[in-house]
């Protein structure tokens, strides 16, 4: 089967919803086995259930990735992982003036050191076995300037040069790193972001973001998901170091 992902271990982070529910039940359909780092809730559970059905070794796990004493203790439970996948974040609005110090530690601790932990206590694993692939999920925001996005912006800035620099430092050990790039992708996390921040025009507030692609539509999170699985499988082993955007176009078409 292409893009088999037969006796792999995966852990996915945020995967009980939006683009990591896609992820971690497409990778259960490929044949892996798959481990949700993410808050226990009523989408967990779902999620891990739809797991389940493929694999039933899989497993959820109740895991704050800004506590690196946590996701140390849960790490070091596995004797192999071989995928890796950053997908947790959190999103805030504001440009440096209006974004408090509070909300700027808060996103960083989410979308950057979260990542760091994981991929820290990962590390060591895949090196014993020499091979492993680590997928980070940064943005477009980390290409362009999108407004009133400065600290979401900054840390997927970060996820970027820190994908660059886990390939150069590993590659010499079997360890592969790329990161995706997503422009809009319709989630509940947009819906609720939507409905928060613009709860009096939250329809023409959709539209807007979906026109903001020139496809003219936002993405799906199984066409994330997609690529998230070629960048982990074995017919991408010559793929490293890159950053690849998946946004309708957002980058290059947008005049």
């Known amino acids: 089967m292409i893009f088999s992902l037969k006796n792999k271990v995966a852990i996915i982070t945020g995967g009980s919803s939006g683009i990591g529910r896609a992820i971690a039940i497409l990778f259960a359909q490929q044949g892996a086995e798959v481990h949700i780092f993410d808050f226990k809730s009523s989408l967990s559970?779902?999620?891990?259930?739809?797991?389940?059905?493929?694999?039933?070794?899989?497993?959820?796990?109740?895991?704050?990735?800004?506590?690196?004493?946590?996701?140390?203790?849960?790490?070091?439970?596995?004797?192999t992982i071989n995928i890796l996948i950053n997908n947790a974040g959190i999103a805030q609005i504001g440009n440096v003036e209006n974004t408090s110090s509070e909300d700027f530690q808060k996103i960083f601790d989410v979308n950057v050191k979260g990542a760091f932990n994981c991929i820290k206590a990962v590390?060591?694993?895949?090196?014993?076995?020499?091979?492993?692939?680590?997928l980070n999920m940064a943005s477009v925001a980390s290409s362009v300037g999108i407004p009133d996005r400065f600290g979401y912006s900054m840390t997927k800035g970060a996820i970027k040069s820190m994908t660059q620099s886990i390939a150069k430092d590993y590659i010499s050990k079997g360890i592969r790193c790329n990161c995706i790039s997503p422009a809009r992708v319709h989630t509940p996390f947009v819906d609720g972001f939507i409905q928060k921040n613009y709860p009096n025009n939250q329809a023409e507030m959709y539209e807007k973001l979906s026109a903001s692609q020139p496809i003219g539509r936002m993405a799906?999170?199984?066409?994330?998901?997609?690529?998230?699985?070629?960048?982990?499988?074995?017919?991408?082993?010559?793929a490293t170091g890159?950053?690849?955007?998946?946004?309708?176009?957002?980058?290059?078409?947008?005049?």
């Open 242 to 255: 890159c950053d690849y955007p998946l946004d309708g176009g957002f980058l290059y078409l947008n005049n």
């Open 220 to 238: 799906k999170p199984i066409e994330i998901a997609h690529l998230a699985l070629y960048l982990c499988s074995d017919e991408a082993s010559f």
């Open 45 to 79: 559970d779902e999620t891990i259930a739809e797991v389940k059905k493929y694999q039933p070794n899989s497993n959820f796990h109740s895991v704050d990735i800004t506590n690196e004493a946590l996701v140390l203790h849960e790490i070091s439970l596995f004797n």
């Open 123 to 134: 590390i060591p694993i895949m090196v014993n076995h020499q091979s492993g692939v680590i």
